[in-house]
């Protein structure tokens, strides 16, 4: 059949779908499949009717339709999906040929499929797609990362519909090798998790310690938007605070308090503690997660357990809500330290060459994080490519010195009323860690070698030097291996 089409796209859910229409409006044409064929016609006779999109009945005729290089876009759940699918289309590709997948893949999996898809002679790219079902329609963040020869292939329809900054910028490029791709995404979920939990943490406080209706948040969170704060998430915050249902009911007071997942943030978690990274903010915020998800126990522990009554705010609810607000932002910056060490570190350890400010840059569009923040980080390592922390930097360091009083003060007041805060107080805690110039590990040490040997250094000795000590007296002068978090 004639070669129609500039890339095929198999899997019609929603995000699937939109990517679909998105390259689409931007002069490309796609084929398109489902492995429930009754997908490719309602969406060929429905959304896409009338449009340069060709529905496939078949991965031959899908493959068939493509001009070479041919280029396949996975959209499909994560997991034995995605190798199922590689496996059958190897030998429908030919050399050259590119596999994409645009699904939430776990980064060691991608690049696993690269080297495998690789050593076929076919190329691979894994992509983070950020920005939900607006988001892939309108402009996603995309993330690509895999085969380096497959980018040029893909450059032109990656950066055509993605998102776009203000002087006009796309928010795609090219990450790095193998997982490089999904990992940064990885991470901006992680992020994605604790800016969430922040701002529910806010809420909280709002509504059981200052006693604000839902209008007044609204309010709040609207005037939040205007300034440091501006973000995608602020904004439907705003907006969720606002709605209605048809019988003037706040939806939100009627939403269960159970969270779930996919993955991701604990996916980034469990990546910290594989490279020693303190990533305790976005790990508290998974953990928040996991706990509201024990309603029952939680409800049932409420009648048993006992705490602080919320006290009446008898204060000015203006000052502290400006404290609420810098503290929501330095525990914020905390939060994207984070993860910007847990990159820097998985960089040296994966040896990808990662643009840190690129990655902000992508960030700043399309995807769920995106917020005017992003342009200070941008910047900050645009200043210093070699910034060993975010915090570092001279503008994210004022910052937090101008928020830390109002920041120590939103804690205690929830501490003291019995309102959990656990990324807001898990920032502050980190920040105070990484500040310290000495820490209690020198005891840790000492009870290491007590019971298990694990030997110590000593400040009067130079670094790399290991000792023993007998605490016991009769213990023996055999040593444990070292280790080392």
Same mark, same amino acid.
């Given at each position: 059949?004639?070669?129609?089409?500039?890339?095929?796209?198999?899997?019609?859910?929603?995000? /699937? @779908?939109?990517?679909? #229409?998105?390259?689409? =409006?931007?002069?490309?044409?796609? &084929?398109?499949?489902?492995?429930?064929?009754? *997908?490719?016609?309602?969406?060929?006779?429905?959304?896409?009717?009338?449009?340069?999109?060709?529905?496939?009945?078949?991965?031959?005729?899908?493959?068939?339709?493509?001009?070479?290089?041919?280029?396949?876009?996975?959209?499909?759940?994560?997991?034995?999906?995605?190798?199922?699918?590689?496996?059958?289309?190897?030998?429908?590709?030919?050399?050259?040929?590119?596999?994409?997948?645009?699904?939430?893949?776990?980064?060691?999996?991608?690049?696993?499929?690269?080297?495998?898809?690789?050593?076929?002679?076919?190329?691979?790219?894994?992509?983070?797609?950020?920005? /939900? @079902?607006?988001?892939? #329609?309108?402009?996603? =963040?995309?993330?690509?990362?895999? &085969?380096?020869?497959?980018?040029?292939?893909? *450059?032109?329809?990656?950066?055509?519909?993605?998102?776009?900054?203000?002087?006009?910028?796309?928010?795609?490029?090219?990450?790095?090798?193998?997982?490089?791709?999904?990992?940064?995404?990885?991470?901006?979920?992680?992020?994605?998790?604790?800016?969430?939990?922040?701002?529910?943490?806010?809420?909280?406080?709002?509504?059981?310690?200052?006693?604000?209706?839902?209008?007044?948040?609204?309010?709040?969170?609207?005037?939040?938007?205007?300034?440091?704060?501006?973000?995608?998430?602020?904004?439907?915050?705003?907006?969720?605070?606002?709605?209605?249902?048809?019988? /003037?009911?706040?939806?939100?007071?009627?939403?269960?308090?159970?969270?779930?997942?996919?993955?991701?943030?604990?996916?980034?978690?469990?990546?910290?503690?594989?490279?020693?990274?303190?990533?305790?903010?976005?790990?508290?915020?998974?953990?928040?997660?996991?706990?509201?998800?024990?309603?029952?126990?939680?409800?049932?522990?409420?009648?048993?357990?006992?705490?602080?009554?919320?006290?009446?705010?008898?204060?000015?609810?203006?000052?502290?809500?400006?404290?609420?607000?810098?503290?929501?932002?330095?525990?914020?910056?905390?939060?994207?330290?984070?993860?910007?060490?847990?990159?820097?570190?998985?960089?040296?350890?994966?040896?990808?060459?990662?643009?840190?400010?690129?990655?902000?840059?992508?960030?700043?569009?399309?995807?769920?994080?995106?917020?005017?923040?992003?342009?200070?980080?941008?910047?900050?390592?645009?200043?210093?490519?070699?910034?060993?922390?975010?915090?570092?930097?001279?503008?994210?360091?004022?910052?937090?010195?101008?928020?830390?009083?109002?920041?120590?003060?939103?804690?205690?007041?929830?501490?003291?009323?019995?309102?959990?805060?656990?990324?807001?107080?898990?920032?502050?805690?980190?920040?105070?860690?990484?500040?310290?110039?000495?820490?209690?590990?020198?005891?840790?040490?000492?009870?290491?070698?007590?019971?298990?040997?694990?030997?110590?250094?000593?400040?009067?000795?130079?670094?790399?030097?290991?000792?023993?000590?007998?605490?016991?007296?009769?213990?023996?002068?055999?040593?444990?291996?070292?280790?080392?978090?």
């Amino acid at each position: 059949m004639e070669k129609i089409s500039d890339i095929g796209l198999i899997g019609l859910a929603v995000m /699937g @779908e939109n990517l679909v #229409l998105n390259m689409e =409006s931007k002069g490309f044409h796609v &084929s398109v499949y489902n492995r429930t064929i009754q *997908k490719v016609e309602n969406f060929i006779n429905g959304r896409g009717k009338g449009k340069k999109i060709f529905g496939a009945m078949s991965l031959e005729e899908l493959v068939a339709s493509l001009k070479r290089p041919r280029k396949v876009f996975l959209m499909v759940k994560a997991g034995q999906a995605v190798d199922d699918f590689i496996e059958r289309l190897i030998p429908l590709l030919e050399p050259g040929d590119v596999i994409i997948d645009g699904g939430n893949t776990h980064f060691p999996d991608t690049a696993r499929r690269t080297a495998y898809v690789e050593s076929k002679g076919l190329l691979y790219i894994g992509t983070g797609v950020s920005g /939900g @079902e607006e988001g892939a #329609l309108k402009g996603p =963040s995309m993330m690509p990362g895999g &085969s380096p020869a497959a980018w040029p292939l893909v *450059k032109p329809i990656f950066q055509g519909i993605c998102a776009k900054v203000e002087d006009g910028s796309p928010c795609c490029d090219w990450v790095g090798e193998n997982g490089a791709g999904h990992f940064v995404k990885m991470v901006h979920n992680g992020i994605e998790y604790g800016d969430i939990q922040l701002i529910c943490e806010c809420y909280q406080i709002m509504k059981e310690y200052l006693g604000m209706t839902n209008h007044e948040m609204h309010e709040t969170f609207a005037e939040w938007n205007r300034g440091d704060l501006d973000s995608y998430l602020i904004e439907i915050t705003r907006d969720i605070l606002a709605k209605k249902d048809d019988d /003037g009911r706040y939806v939100l007071d009627y939403i269960l308090d159970t969270a779930g997942q996919k993955g991701t943030g604990k996916w980034t978690a469990v990546a910290a503690l594989d490279e020693g990274v303190p990533l305790t903010l976005i790990a508290e915020s998974v953990f928040a997660r996991c706990l509201s998800a024990q309603k029952d126990e939680r409800v049932a522990a409420s009648s048993i357990l006992k705490g602080p009554e919320v006290a009446k705010f008898t204060g000015d609810r203006n000052v502290f809500l400006e404290d609420l607000r810098k503290a929501l932002f330095a525990a914020k910056i905390v939060s994207y330290a984070q993860g910007y060490a847990l990159m820097r570190a998985a960089a040296k350890q994966y040896n990808w060459n990662l643009n840190y400010g690129g990655i902000a840059l992508m960030w700043r569009g399309g995807c769920i994080i995106r917020s005017v923040f992003l342009g200070k980080i941008k910047e900050a390592f645009d200043k210093n490519p070699e910034l060993a922390n975010l915090m570092l930097d001279s503008f994210f360091k004022t910052k937090l010195a101008d928020a830390q009083q109002s920041w120590r003060n939103v804690i205690a007041q929830a501490v003291m009323n019995g309102i959990p805060v656990p990324t807001l107080s898990a920032g502050l805690e980190y920040y105070d860690g990484y500040r310290s110039k000495r820490l209690p590990a020198n005891l840790l040490q000492a009870q290491r070698d007590y019971f298990g040997a694990h030997t110590y250094e000593r400040t009067d000795k130079p670094r790399g030097e290991f000792f023993h000590t007998n605490w016991t007296g009769h213990g023996g002068d055999t040593v444990a291996g070292t280790y080392i978090a």
